[in-house]
């Protein structure tokens, strides 16, 4: 497969919140339909397969992760956004529902998980 036919692959995990900044960042950019999307949930023989595929290609397996040219993976959720935000020449900044999430229920979410991690050392260490 040449470059010029190849179209970016995206691996994402249903009720992933790194995997959503993803997908809104591919929506509201217009990119959607310019890659190909393999959306499975947690605990299928789907999530199996795309772990077996992706792990000779990343020291750890996690989602999202992208297929961006033939052979270049990565599984960064900034990165790829940066990916594609650069091939579109989109700014992320700007874009309102993609911001709204980042910012709002996204930063809330990493907050509680943070909080919950410290919880859960400190309870293991008392």
């Known amino acids: 497969m040449t470059s010029e036919s190849f179209k970016p692959i995206v691996y994402l995990k249903e009720n992933c919140p790194f995997c959503l900044k993803v997908r809104l960042f591919l929506l509201e950019s217009g990119l ?12 299928t023989e789907q999530e199996e397969a795309i772990r077996a595929e992706l792990s000779p290609h990343l020291d750890k397996v996690s989602f999202p992760s992208a297929q961006l040219e033939p052979g270049r993976y990565i599984a ?10 650069a091939k579109a020449g989109r700014d992320p900044t700007g874009m309102t529902v993609y911001r709204n999430y980042v910012d709002g229920v996204f930063a ?11 919880l859960k050392k400190a309870a293991s260490a008392a």
């Open 32 to 43: 959607a339909s310019e890659v190909e999307s393999r959306d499975f949930a947690a605990g």
């Open 76 to 85: 960064e959720s900034d990165d790829i956004i940066a990916f594609f935000a």
């Open 108 to 118: 809330m979410s990493m907050k509680l998980w943070k909080e919950n991690q410290e």
